[in-house]
C-alpha cells in the first residue's frame, strides 16, 4: 500500500497508467479525454476542478500537453516516482512503436504494399490537421479581436517565413498587453471544456486538501529541477565538446531541445515548426517523409509529437559518420526523444507546486489565449503545406511559398483525401477508423497499379 493518505496503491496506479498510455490514440484532446474518463468518471481518483486546474497549467508550458498532464497528476498521486512512471509510461509505447516502424520504412519502405501503406496514410493525415484547424479555431476564436490574431500568423509564416518562436513571442506580447489593458478578448486562457460527468473534488480519492507534497518548496523543486535540467543539457554539452556543433548529432541535440522550449500550442504546433526547420533548414527529411511520420505518429499510441522521433532517426542516419547507418539512427532518434521529453519533466516538478499563482496571473492567461489564437493560423500553415506536398508530385519554390506544379496533380490522391475530409469533418468518424481505412484503400490502390 502507499504511504499516501488517499489509499492508492502505487502498483494500481502503474497499471493504470499503462492502460491509459495504450489507448492513447487519436492527438492531444482524445489523451486527454481518455485520462478524463479514466481518472476522473472511472476510478474517481482526481475530481473535476483539480484535473481542470492541472490542464490549466500545462497548457501555459511549451511540449505536450498531454504527457505533462500525466506526469502532474501521477506527480499529485505518488509524489516524485508518480510523475516520472506516468509520463514515462505515455511516452514508451509509441517510442517503441514509431521506432520499429522506422525501421520498416527505411528497410521495406521499396515494397508496394509499404509504399501504399504510407500513401493512404498521407490522405488521412490531412484530414485530421484539417479537422485540428477546425475543431481549435471554433473553440479559440470566439471573440472577433482574436482572428486577425489568427490570420496575421498564417501570413506571417505562409507568405515570409517568419519563425514559429517569434510567432508565439509576438502573439504572447499582444495578448500580455490585452489583457492588461483590460480587453475581454484576452480575459481567459481555458481553452478547454470537458463533456462527461463532472465529479467533485470531495468525492475523489485524492478530495480537496491538497497533499502535503504537493504545496510549494523551493529547496525540493530547486534540486529536482537542477537534477532535471543537467540530465537534458549535459548530453547536448558532450556531444559539443566530443564532436563539434556541425555534427549532425550535436545539431539534432540543439535543434530538439530549442524546440523543448518555444513549442506552445499543443502537437499540430510543434509539428508545424518542426516542418518549417528540418524539411527546410537542415534537410533531415523531405517533405513526403515528414508526412509519412506524422502518420505513424497519428497510428501509434502516445503524443503526435513523437514524430520528432522520425526525424532523428532519418536526420542520423544520412551523416552517420563513424557508426553504421542504422545504429546512427537509433541513437539520433533516443537522442532526439532525450531532449524532447525530458524538459517536460522539468517544466512540472519546477513549477507545478506554484501552478495556483501561474494560473490567476491575468497577463499570462491573456498573452495564452493569443498564443491559441496564432496556433490556428500556424496549424491552417501546415495543412496547406501538407495539401501540396500530398496532391502534387512537383512543387516549386518561390521565396518561402511551395508552389504546386499543377500539372502533377494526382487524381487518386485527391480523391482518397476528399474522402477522408468528408468522413472526418461531415461524418465525424472516428480518427483510428480513418487512417485503417486510408491505408487499406492505398495499399489496394498501390498493389492493383493505381498509384
Known sequence: MTDLP???????????????????????????????????????????????????????????????????????????????IAG????????????ALSFVYVLLGDAPAVQGLFFGLKAAVLAIVLQAVVRLGSRTLKHPMLVPIAAAAFLGIFLFGLPFPAIVL???????AGSRAGLPAFGSGDAHRLGGTPVPDRDTALGETLPPH?????????????TLLLLWLAPTAALLLALGPENEFSRIAIFFSQMAVVTFGGAYAVLAYVAQEAVGTYGWV?????????????????????????????????????????VAATF??????????????????LGAPFAERLRS?????????????????????????????????????RGTVDVPVWSTLDPSALALTALTILAVLRFNVGVVAVLLASAVAGIALRLAGVV
Open 286 to 326: 523531405t517533405p513526403g517523409e515528414m508526412l509519412d511520420g506524422l502518420g505513424m505518429a497519428e497510428t501509434t499510441p502516445g503524443p503526435l509529437i513523437m514524430v520528432t522521433q522520425f526525424v532523428g532517426f532519418l536526420g542520423a542516419m544520412r551523416a552517420p559518420g563513424a557508426l553504421h547507418p542504422l
Open 6 to 84: 488517499h489509499g492508492i496503491p502505487f502498483a494500481d496506479a502503474v497499471r493504470v497508467w499503462a492502460r491509459i498510455a495504450a489507448l492513447s490514440f487519436g492527438g492531444p484532446a482524445g489523451q486527454i479525454a481518455v485520462m478524463h474518463r479514466i481518472l476522473v468518471e472511472e476510478k474517481r481518483w482526481i475530481g473535476e476542478e483539480r484535473f481542470l486546474h492541472a490542464l490549466n497549467y500545462c497548457m501555459l508550458l511549451p511540449g505536450p500537453e498531454a504527457q505533462q498532464l500525466a506526469t502532474y497528476i501521477g506527480w499529485l498521486l505518488h509524489k516524485t516516482k508518480g510523475g516520472l
Open 361 to 397: 496571473n491575468r497577463g499570462l492567461a491573456g498573452a495564452l489565449t493569443a498564443i491559441t489564437a496564432a496556433v490556428v493560423g500556424v496549424i491552417l500553415n501546415l495543412a496547406v503545406w501538407f495539401a501540396v506536398h500530398t496532391l502534387f508530385g512537383e512543387v516549386q519554390e
Open 170 to 176: 509576438g502573439a504572447a506580447l499582444v495578448g500580455f
Open 332 to 349: 539520433g532518434a533516443v537522442l532526439t526523444t532525450w531532449v524532447t521529453f525530458v524538459p517536460c519533466f522539468l517544466w512540472i516538478f
Open 88 to 99: 514515462t509510461l505515455f511516452v514508451l509505447p509509441g517510442f517503441l512503436a514509431i521506432l
Open 214 to 226: 504537493a504545496r510549494p518548496d523551493l529547496r525540493w523543486s530547486l534540486k529536482v529541477g537542477g
